[in-house]
């Protein structure tokens, strides 16, 4: 089966959510006039990609990111060639080779990827195609055989999520002026010259190598599908095809009325100003029940709130530790207990819940249930679950059931769109941010005022460092949390250098003076990490602390050996400003007191 359209009437992140929706396995390719970019999927999860410049590779990433030498890629580049007849993936390779640990190539793959992805949301013409007879899944070979674990596949509204992210922070520095170079110029091959040979291939070659494939054994040689063959990309009719799956059993016209619903989703477009209220928030459902997680990341979609559905009791706090580190209050929806149509018994669901609350207390928890199921819906309010929404059982009335369905979906989704996660006033972090302005008023030096930003930091993360800005390098001045317990304070942290001479997240909040919150995976930020030790989160906070108008300082945070937890980034913000402002007050007092001694 092959499809092929336009991306003038179809978004790029559109159609990628609906590949992974459904399921499908097969290759994704764009053409425009700026060249060809592919992204492979394998049941809806992606598994290689390709940039639009090849010399953007999957082994000059994994370099370029620190995950292996250039040694090391040399040396499986030529174990690959001389097994060629096996087309082994170079991921592959690494990891058999002991070059390359699984969780450094799930990073590296998902980097290519966000590469790819990102380089095509800013396209807005040229044609895509998705064939899902394009490739051969092996049941052996590739990263996914022997003993080395779990295949190499990533979970493709994850990946968007960070996409997202990474495209909107370049389109605001291209909005204030900042250059922003090119991913070719930052991920130039390391090995162009031993790439010579390959510039003899014909455009429409695959390889696994370029890829970045991890788990596809081999790929089909054949003639590229003349675009007349090809049926016309309709998500609709997509849609259609799994809906039969999923209610069938049930009359067509059923079928058909809820494919109807879908379809208005689908075709509706969300106002700019709706879109912007719903970009800090994500949906993370657990449940087990194919058409409610299909349907509910279908109708969210409409409104750009990505929709994240496990039913992996293990995979449930990965992924809302990612959404907070992508700045995302994730709203996790437990679906119903076990019923005669099966799902997860009632105490599984109230572990779950109570461990979640643990870790994240901040995290708001819906919970599903059948009207019917009193009990349960009451010790649910008893766990401090915020809302139960009741949902339809197949079981119970299934001559309604579609109707009733729709009914609940509807529901559902104006309450996601609704639902606003607003601190309390009586929050901690909102006290504490009280009595910080309060005690600004009074500081009498800098370095008070910095300090309490750093005790700020510190409360929200279990490390925080204050940095001077010197013209080549920051400085550390002192820290809470890195040589010493948290509880004994402030202590001496001039030890730690770090140096400005290469791009980095933290010469970008020197340059810029914007707030950072989220993964940093660059040079200088691994040369802290063996000095203070890497924490268990890779999510890592910059406040700049501007003074007459330039970065003067900056508070680093990060979680230490403790997980990822809620992060009031508009407080911290508010806090850093204000703190700046009390900076500059205290010098200029500071030069008025010297100049009333001097006279």
Known sequence: MAFTGDLENLHIVDIIQLIHTTRKSGIFSVKGSKGESRIVFSNGYIVGANHKDNGVRIGTVLVKTGAIAIDDLKEALAAAKASVAEHEPLLAALIQMGKLKREDALKGLKKLVELTIVELMSWTKGTFTFDADAIIFASEGGASSGDMGPAVELDAQMVLMDALRIFDERERDRANGKEVPSFEALYADVLPGERAGEAKETPSTITADVLGLADIDRLEKKIPRPISEMEIFDPVAIHRQKIKELLAGFPDREQEAFVSFLKRSVDRKAAPDGSAQQAGKAVVLFSGDMLIKHSAMTICKEDGVPVFATD????????????????????????????????????????????????????PLLQLAAPQESSFILRSYSDGVWAVLPKPLKEVRKETYVQDTIQFLSAFKSYIRGFQYRPDTNDRYVKELKKDIKALREIATPSDAALVMLATVAEMFDRAVTFIVRPAELIGERAVGVSTDKSLGPTHADRLKIPLSKPSIFRDAVEKGLAYYGEGKDEALQGLFQEIGRPLSPAVVLLPLISDRKVVAVVYGDFGKNKASPVQLDILEILAQQVGISLEYALFRRQMTKAAQKS
């Open 312 to 363: 992996e009791e293990s995979d449930l706090e990965r992924i809302v530790a990612q959404c907070l580190s992508a700045m995302r209050m994730p709203v996790v929806v437990f679906d119903s207990p076990a019923g005669p149509g099966g799902g997860f018994p009632e105490e599984t669901i109230i572990a779950l819940r109570n461990r979640l609350r643990g870790t994240y207390p901040a995290v």
